[in-house]
């Protein structure tokens, strides 16, 4: 049986980058599981009080919410083989570079997505990357090349 890999899909969530890199793999038949935050922005946002209750201050509304979505986060990205991080063109995703620095640190095999205006930018975090592709197609070469060589 052929080994199934573990990619995690970290990152903006107001794209499809995630679906065409799904679509991707599946198309060429890669054995790969992938596994992502929740991308339904309020849905993560208020989990912490829609589980543990109303807050007065956003602030403890929102660390509620990300110490549940870090529960996720932090299992997914420990058990996956590669961890893939897309920064898009709009919002500041600091939680990407999070989840960056958290898998650069667990030495998890990062693959970082992002338009060549960001290079600056993310200098940091490319260099922690073994790859830095500008499209999704690109992370799906990569995959096919990981896996079948």
């Known amino acids: 049986m052929a080994r ?3 990619v995690y899909l970290s990152g903006e969530i107001h794209s499809d980058w995630r679906e065409q890199i799904i679509a991707g793999t599946r198309e060429r038949g890669l054995p790969v599981r992938f596994d992502s935050p929740v991308t339904d922005h ?3 946002d208020l ?4 589980i543990l209750g109303d807050e007065d ?3 403890w509304e929102d ?3 990300a110490g549940v979505n870090a529960i996720r986060t932090q299992t997914l990205i420990r058990e996956a083989d590669i961890v893939i991080v897309r920064f898009g063109p709009k919002y500041k995703q600091w939680n990407a570079a999070f989840d960056a620095g958290y898998a650069a640190a667990l ?6 997505l992002h338009d060549e205006e960001h290079n600056h930018a993310l200098k940091e975090v490319d260099a922690a990357a073994l790859a830095t592709a500008a499209e999704p197609r690109q992370v799906v070469e990569i995959l096919d090349y990981v896996i079948r060589g």
């Open 57 to 59: 201050k956003k602030f």
């Open 42 to 44: 309020e849905a993560s």
């Open 4 to 6: 199934e890999w573990r």
């Open 47 to 50: 989990c912490g009080v829609r």
């Open 107 to 112: 030495g998890k095999a990062i693959v970082t």
């Open 63 to 65: 660390r509620k919410g």
